[in-house]
């Protein structure tokens, strides 16, 4: 009996464990999709009934403090992806004489990958653990009760406008982060490793496609409601006080950028199978 016991713990913890990862994962998908539900349902009534109003007021608001905000420093990091691309690929293009090469694979990675995946991950660490913190400490305020006392649902009055604010955002940083990574790349092309001005541009314009700009752009979009959608749903699920502040903030970094990796990988296979990318 003595003997058993052990064995048997060490056999059931990490089932356990499994378990409820495996719980935790559901529960969070089903959050997601609960929150997705009524903001898309708000967002409809909003346009289809006048006695539902948007709140354009707090949509620019969030725009301004989730998008105007993070252009500089989605500027600064893209830019140096640029950069940092065009010096590590170079070396080995060089061995085969195409070092104008450069142009063609920065444009393809900035526009495919990683022009919407570093707007992605900037504004995770910049805006989306700020709406966690700034709902959870409401939740903590007692100020969603206050909303829910007085007839006026959370969802609408505060999700909507961050989710959409946070879609629409991103999709214009990545188009400042595609540009600033290829226009950091052709810097660099054209100043140190000797690339002609017009051979750079014609390479970039010949490789890319509307079809690269159109899919970085897409995943985009759906990468925003992601980083809306986490950061919403752990402001909304906090609990403890001040402490539950802080762990909404930290988990909604994580799991943004893990559930923004994981889509980039399902919409890139997806578009790969298609011949889109």
């Known amino acids: 009996m003595t003997t058993t016991a052990p064995r048997r713990s060490l056999i059931s913890r990490p089932i356990e464990g499994l378990g409820a990862l495996v719980l935790g994962v559901f529960e969070f998908i089903g959050a997601l999709y609960w929150l997705l539900h009524e903001l898309l349902g708000w967002t409809w009534r909003s346009v289809v009934k006048h006695e539902v109003?948007?709140?354009?007021?707090?949509?620019?608001?969030?725009?301004?403090?989730?998008?105007?905000?993070?252009?500089?420093?989605?500027v600064l990091?893209?830019?140096?992806?640029?950069?940092?691309?065009?010096?590590?690929?170079?070396?080995?293009?060089?061995?085969?004489?195409?070092?104008d090469k450069v142009a063609n694979l920065v444009g393809v990675a900035v526009f495919r990958e990683l022009g919407?995946?570093?707007?992605?991950?900037?504004?995770?660490?910049?805006?989306?653990?700020?709406?966690?913190?700034?709902?959870?400490?409401?939740?903590?305020?007692?100020?969603?009760?206050?909303?829910?006392?007085?007839?006026l649902n959370p969802v609408r009055f505060l999700v909507v406008p961050r989710v959409i604010a946070s879609a629409i955002s991103l999709v214009l940083l990545a188009?400042?982060?595609?540009?600033?990574?290829?226009?950091?790349?052709?810097?660099?092309?054209?100043?140190q490793l000797g690339i002609p001005y017009e051979v750079y541009k014609d390479n970039t314009i010949q490789q890319l496609?509307?079809?690269?700009?159109?899919?970085?752009?897409?995943?985009?979009?759906?990468?925003?409601?992601i980083l809306g959608l986490i950061a919403c749903r752990n402001g909304l699920a906090v609990s403890g006080g001040a402490a539950g502040v802080g762990k909404a903030t930290t988990d909604t970094v994580v799991q943004t950028v893990v559930t923004v990796i994981f889509a980039d990988l399902f919409f890139t296979a997806l578009f790969f199978n298609l011949g889109l990318g």
């Open 175 to 191: 188009v400042i982060a595609d540009l600033s990574a290829v226009f950091a790349g052709g810097a660099i092309g054209i100043l």
């Open 116 to 151: 919407p995946l570093i707007a992605a991950i900037v504004l995770t660490g910049f805006a989306g653990a700020s709406i966690a913190a700034e709902i959870g400490t409401m939740v903590v305020g007692e100020e969603i009760e206050a909303l829910e006392s007085m007839g």
């Open 209 to 225: 496609t509307s079809s690269d700009f159109l899919t970085g752009l897409f995943k985009a979009g759906v990468f925003g409601t």
């Open 77 to 99: 990091v893209s830019g140096s992806i640029g950069l940092i691309l065009a010096l590590q690929t170079a070396p080995s293009l060089e061995q085969f004489g195409q070092v």
């Open 53 to 74: 109003r948007f709140g354009r007021a707090a949509f620019v608001s969030q725009m301004v403090r989730v998008g105007v905000r993070s252009i500089s420093i989605v």
